[in-house]
């Protein structure tokens, strides 16, 4: 009976009897310098998992600048109903003191 209870992936599906149940109310926090260098750099299937296991995906990227939060990780944030934040750290003596962080819009 044990070994039918046991969770898959990011912890969102749950199989309980022999039939599958899903979670909701999942967040995965994603820090990224938004330069995506290899593999699937739309993150298609990343997407998708997150979608069928409910998983909120909020994105959060680091710059030392001004930058505009790139599109790809707005897009994240937006397909899985999360939040997208820009955290700018502040550096004295070569090391970080703070970090500034503000929500942007999706």
Avoid: M, N, W
Avoid at 30 to 51: E, F, I, N
Avoid at 88 to 102: F, M, Y
């Amino acid at each position: 009976r044990e070994a039918r209870a046991f969770s898959h992936g990011c912890g969102g599906e749950q199989v309980r009897g022999g039939r599958s149940v899903r979670r909701r109310g999942l967040h995965l926090l994603l820090l990224s310098d938004g330069a995506p260098t290899k593999g699937d750099l739309q993150c298609s299937r990343q997407v998708a998992s997150a979608l069928r296991l409910g998983v909120s995906i909020h994105t959060c990227y680091i710059s030392d600048g001004c930058d505009e939060v790139p599109p790809l990780l707005q897009h994240i944030s937006r397909q899985t109903s999360g939040a997208s934040f820009h955290a700018i750290p502040r550096q004295e003596a070569g090391l970080v003191t703070a970090v500034s962080v503000k929500r942007v819009a999706v």
